[in-house]
């Protein structure tokens, strides 16, 4: 068996050709996981663009033939529709600047349905809603700080969640509300990352933990492990 293998590896032509294009498919989805992943910036006003770009690279991959990439692209979609979209991912591509001001972003009309939906649903007030709805304009045209030069040139520079916490002053409905969808998470994986620290505070000696205790311990336990991380990489930075 291990001469069959070594041969197959060694010898086989095909066996590296499939290779190469499991590599050419997966690699642009790697891509979108690893901005899921991540802890570097707040992942919800990326993730809509990243999806729709992933599919255009594995398009452009397979040289744009629809026999070659449909089967690959209908999987994606299928997921993607039925499991992953949802309007949140729409309005946080809305609301980040350094796409939706873009000369190339030509999705307003479609992301705008994610965005009625979700103030419909986060926000229930008639009253705050409408005037979500004024101030939306002012973020379209750029009026007020949204068309500073400082803050044109900053809409890409910064996360999103920043950006809106600078320049969003003047909207401070809408400023509000940007920062609470743009901080939202993509993934589950912070939460998995707390596994082992539940582990290690629930043990079976400390099992009758009362659980907004648990939590506190927690919440505090892991984001001193992030300051740490973020204090170690300025201090790189530094020296």
Same mark, same amino acid.
């Given at each position: 068996?291990?001469?069959?293998?070594?041969?197959?590896?060694?010898?086989?032509?095909?066996?590296?050709?499939?290779?190469?294009?499991?590599?050419?498919?997966?690699?642009?989805?790697?891509?979108?996981?690893?901005?899921?992943?991540?802890?570097?910036?707040?992942?919800?006003?990326? *993730?809509?663009?990243?999806?729709?770009?992933?599919?255009?690279?594995?398009?452009?991959?397979?040289?744009?033939?629809?026999?070659?990439?449909?089967?690959?692209?209908?999987?994606?979609?299928?997921?993607?529709?039925?499991?992953?979209?949802?309007?949140?991912?729409?309005?946080?591509?809305?609301?980040?600047?350094?796409?939706?001001?873009?000369?190339?972003?030509?999705?307003?009309?479609?992301?705008?349905?994610?965005?009625?939906?979700?103030?419909?649903?986060?926000?229930?007030?008639?009253?705050?809603?409408?005037?979500?709805?004024?101030?939306?304009?002012?973020?379209?045209?750029? *009026?007020?700080?949204?068309?500073?030069?400082?803050?044109?040139?900053?809409?890409?520079?910064?996360?999103?969640?920043?950006?809106?916490?600078?320049?969003?002053?003047?909207?401070?409905?809408?400023?509000?509300?940007?920062?609470?969808?743009?901080?939202?998470?993509?993934?589950?994986?912070?939460?998995?990352?707390?596994?082992?620290?539940?582990?290690?505070?629930?043990?079976?000696?400390?099992?009758?933990?009362?659980?907004?205790?648990?939590?506190?311990?927690?919440?505090?336990?892991?984001?001193?492990?992030?300051?740490?991380?973020?204090?170690?990489?300025?201090?790189?930075?530094?020296?």
């Amino acid at each position: 068996m291990g001469k069959e293998l070594a041969a197959l590896v060694l010898e086989d032509k095909e066996f590296w050709l499939q290779c190469q294009q499991i590599v050419k498919i997966s690699e642009p989805l790697v891509r979108v996981l690893r901005l899921v992943d991540g802890d570097e910036k707040p992942s919800m006003g990326y *993730l809509y663009e990243a999806m729709d770009k992933a599919k255009e690279n594995i398009k452009a991959r397979l040289k744009n033939k629809i026999s070659a990439y449909i089967p690959f692209t209908s999987v994606i979609d299928a997921r993607w529709d039925k499991q992953l979209h949802s309007p949140l991912h729409a309005v946080g591509c809305y609301l980040n600047p350094g796409i939706f001001f873009r000369p190339s972003f030509k999705k307003q009309k479609e992301i705008t349905k994610g965005l009625l939906s979700t103030i419909t649903r986060l926000v229930p007030d008639p009253d705050e809603q409408d005037s979500l709805s004024s101030q939306i304009e002012a973020y379209k045209k750029a *009026l007020g700080d949204f068309g500073m030069p400082m803050a044109i040139r900053q809409r890409e520079k910064l996360n999103p969640v920043a950006w809106w916490e600078q320049f969003g002053n003047d909207t401070p409905e809408l400023q509000k509300f940007a920062i609470r969808v743009l901080s939202q998470c993509c993934s589950a994986t912070g939460c998995e990352r707390a596994w082992s620290t539940f582990k290690f505070i629930h043990s079976k000696r400390r099992n009758r933990l009362e659980h907004k205790h648990l939590n506190d311990l927690v919440f505090v336990r892991y984001n001193l492990l992030l300051r740490e991380r973020y204090v170690f990489k300025y201090i790189q930075i530094l020296f």
